[in-house]
């Protein structure tokens, strides 16, 4: 039993792993290429020496220790990644960590409300041909307005409302969270076919039971890969909406602050975690999503 397991383990490592094993080296292969290629210039002007007395190992090792690179090689930003972690306590404004916390709250109440709100829409489109009509062509047409443009309309007039701190940041990410989950359930709760509502009819269920007991279990399948979409962009959004405010905390003020002071290996280590951060993100949706539908699956 124990073997039959193992290999059933390394056949699997070989039909998922390898690949992205060979993806992964092929990708930091490129990496250190770019790092070379876009560093060496610099390096011949600022860091060999003029009298042209190196070679192309000294080329080499030149571009991949700069300190201000224009592409930091992999392994500088392995390095910043790790120091920001161990060498600086959590709360301290040096530690990856510490922003972490403020983007993900901002992101986590922008996904919450745009959960709701593009529940209620759905709701409400599919129950009323008036608000189909009226709502949803400007639902679509909200998100052909880029998020950059709007982010700083929005924090100035939440500015004057008093609102200040995640308020505003939430709103944005907000603001990019409801539009898939919209979208998804108007298509899940219309999912249910023919049959199956005018069963709910001859039950002489409302309209309430119906989205209840038929339309809300049929749209599941729909709103999960949403939610999913919808964690994604609502980090984007809590990150951009950091950038106009000038922020001291949060991963897009990381971000700002690295360009500020042409640190390229900490903007780089920021868009590391920011990544990470948005794949435990999905990672949760998704562990909820198989359990959800796991229980409903269950007799």
Known sequence: MTDTAFKRGVAEFRRQGVPVAA????????WYGGTWALNAPGAIERVLPPDG???WQDLLAATMDMQRPVLPAPHQVALDFWSSLVDWPLDSPRNLMYH???TAESTLWGFVMGTILGLVLSVCIVHSRTL???LLPWIVASQTVPVLAIAPIVLVILGSLGFSGVAPKAVIAMYLCFFPVTVAMVQGLRSPQVIETEMMHTYAASRWQAL???RLPSALPFLFPALRVGIAAGLV????????TGAV???GARLLTGSYYGNTIQIWSALV???LLGLALTSVVALVERAMLRHRHQP
Do not use: K, Q
């Not at 993806?23 to 490129?30: E, Q, R, S």
């Not at 959004?237 to 106009?244: I, N, S, T, W, Y």
């Open 132 to 134: 189909d009509r009226a």
């Open 273 to 275: 975690m920011s990544a």
């Open 212 to 214: 209840w007991l038929l």
């Open 249 to 251: 905390a949060g991963l």
């Open 23 to 30: 993806m992964l080296l092929l990708v930091l292969l490129a």
């Open 100 to 102: 972490v916390a403020v």
């Open 237 to 244: 959004g809590a990150m951009v909406a950091e950038l106009p």
């Open 53 to 55: 007395a190196w070679t």
